[in-house]
């Protein structure tokens, strides 16, 4: 059985960091890609980043690029995002996924896995 379990959410000040770790369980993480959505109260789950099977390729939200960075470590089973210069609008609840495709994929149909998420909430 697969399990993506998320840690690191919390409530931080504008401006400041935070690292979000998606522990999987049950997965061939190195085949997967990985990615990070977000859904904010009343808005659609949206895509933040996303990590080819290796770690090469990175995809980015514009709204998020330049302040996040997504990366994996394959011999531990993990994918981080770590969230700088963050904003009040970056509240919402941060869902770690897997997708089965060789490539970055962006669309939330494209990910197999999913994690129940962790809450980040930015006060300004």
């Known amino acids: 059985q697969v399990q993506l379990v998320e840690s690191g959410g919390t409530l931080v000040q504008a401006g400041g960091s935070l690292r979000l770790s998606c522990a999987a369980r049950g997965l061939a993480f190195s085949f997967s890609s990985m990615g990070w959505f977000r859904q904010a109260p009343g808005k659609e789950r949206e895509f933040v980043a996303g990590?080819?099977?290796?770690?090469?390729?990175?995809n980015y939200a514009a709204s998020v690029k330049g302040r996040f960075t997504i990366s994996r470590d394959n011999a531990k089973a993990t994918v981080y995002l770590q969230m700088n210069t963050l904003k009040p609008e970056d509240t919402a609840v941060y869902y770690c996924a897997a997708s089965l495709s060789t490539t970055v994929v962006t669309g939330k149909g494209e990910y197999r896995y999913w994690g129940r998420g962790t809450q980040v909430t930015v006060s300004s």
């Open positions: 990590i080819n099977r290796s770690g090469g390729i990175t």
